[in-house]
């Protein structure tokens, strides 16, 4: 005798439909989560591989006009976020000609609260993954539960303890308990998957936030704490040719 699922849910009983949908919301929220979380870590991760190359060429041309342009570009790169922010900072500052150790210690700071901010972002929706994850089969155990209850009901209705009488207790109190381990599972799975994706961004974040800090540190010398491309732009801004227009 084969019993569908429909069938086996509209025999369970209103306490136990209810945990049903309790569950069913739980899946519902992990799976939106799950998807929205996949294709943003993938926007992020395809763009910085486009963004990352491009910045340190023009790193390494002192051209950092266009780097802040190029940062500015990548909206939804976490990389060309971070140091979008500490450009934006210092950009005012190579402008007017006056870069020195103190405003690159400001542009490290700026990269320090950038990445903080972009690390908050990119752990949004986790808590919901651990909080599904770990209460799910906790929720289809209290189904599990009551189904030991009525199963216990229907022998003392019955006065026997044969199968028919504690079946449709039995049934329910399993189908709980593998809906909770069903909706628990892959949000345990997603949560430690994407922790260990975002853990990987963070060192993108470092890293690439620590060569741009390098090649400016390695930038400052001369006199009065001036950097070398400072210098350059005043010259080429002196001669209209600088990478920087005004």
């Not at 870069?99 to 903080?116: C, G, K, W, Y």
């Not at 010259?235 to 920087?244: D, E, N, Q, V, Y």
């Amino acid at each position: 005798m084969n019993i569908s699922l429909i069938d086996l849910f509209n025999s369970m009983g209103w306490f136990a439909k209810g945990i049903a949908a309790v569950l069913l919301i739980m899946s519902i929220f992990s799976l939106t989560i799950m998807i929205q979380k996949w294709w943003t870590l993938r926007q992020a991760q395809a763009q910085t591989r486009k963004f990352a190359p491009e910045f340190s060429q023009f790193l390494e041309e002192d051209n950092l006009g266009e780097a802040v342009k190029l940062a500015e570009g990548y909206k939804r790169s976490h990389v060309a976020r971070v140091l979008g922010g500490a450009l934006g900072e210092i950009k005012p500052l190579i402008q007017d000609g006056s870069v020195t150790v103190a405003d690159i210690n400001s542009a490290e700071r700026a990269v320090e609260r950038e990445m903080l901010m972009e690390i908050v972002l990119l752990k949004r929706g986790l808590g919901v993954l651990a909080t599904v994850g770990a209460t799910a089969p906790f929720v289809g155990l209290l189904g599990t539960t009551m189904g030991i209850v009525n199963a216990f009901q229907g022998m003392a209705v019955s006065g026997s303890g044969g199968i028919g009488a504690i079946s449709a207790g039995v049934a329910e109190a399993l189908v709980t308990t593998a809906f909770g381990l069903l909706v628990a599972i892959p949000a345990v799975w997603a949560y430690n998957y994407f922790a260990t994706k975002i853990d990987n961004l963070t060192a993108e974040m470092t890293y690439s936030s620590k060569e741009m800090i390098d090649y400016l540190i390695k930038g400052v010398s001369g006199e009065f704490g001036r950097s070398r491309f400072t210098r350059e732009f005043n010259t080429a801004a002196s001669s209209g040719t600088g990478p920087i227009t005004q």
